[in-house]
Nanobody, 127 residues
Framework: QVQLVESGGGLVQAGGSLRLSCAAS????????MGWFRQAPGKEREFVAG????????WYADSVRGRFTISRDNAKSTVYLQMNSLKLADTAVYSC????????????????????WGQGTQVTVSS
């Protein structure tokens, strides 16, 4: 069982930056892929970014590529999402997710490919 707790959300002006953190419990964190998803009011949940177990492979949604960076610290069982050049359209609840397959290749874009989810943290971008 893996428990995920996000932090770092808040209110930021357009063009600003935020860094989200997701702290994980469980012995297998360093062996599984992690992802970030977001859901805006009235919209479906969408993939944002993913990272494989080693951190050497990352993948992004087109809407955030070049602005967001996902990273992980396996020693701290934490995955991060650095968000720069934030836009109004980035306003959403951001959730992290963990895969259950150990040492997988990665490139997991679908929510159904992740098995554990955090509660989410609100990110609001204002003009």
């Amino acid at each position: 069982q893996v428990q995920l707790v996000e932090s770092g959300g808040g209110l930021v002006q357009a063009g600003g930056s935020l860094r989200l953190s997701c702290a994980a419990s469980g012995r297998t964190f360093s062996a599984v892929a992690m992802g970030w998803f977001r859901q805006a009011p009235g919209k479906e949940r969408e993939f944002v970014a993913g990272i494989n177990w080693s951190g050497r492979r990352t993948w992004y949604a087109d809407s955030v590529r070049g602005r967001f960076t996902i990273s992980r610290d396996n020693a701290k069982s934490t995955v991060y999402l650095q968000m720069n050049s934030l836009k109004l359209a980035d306003t959403a609840v951001y959730s992290c997710a963990a895969d259950n397959r150990q040492y997988g290749y990665g490139n997991y874009y679908g929510a159904n490919e992740y098995d554990y989810w955090g509660q989410g943290t609100q990110v609001t971008v204002s003009s």
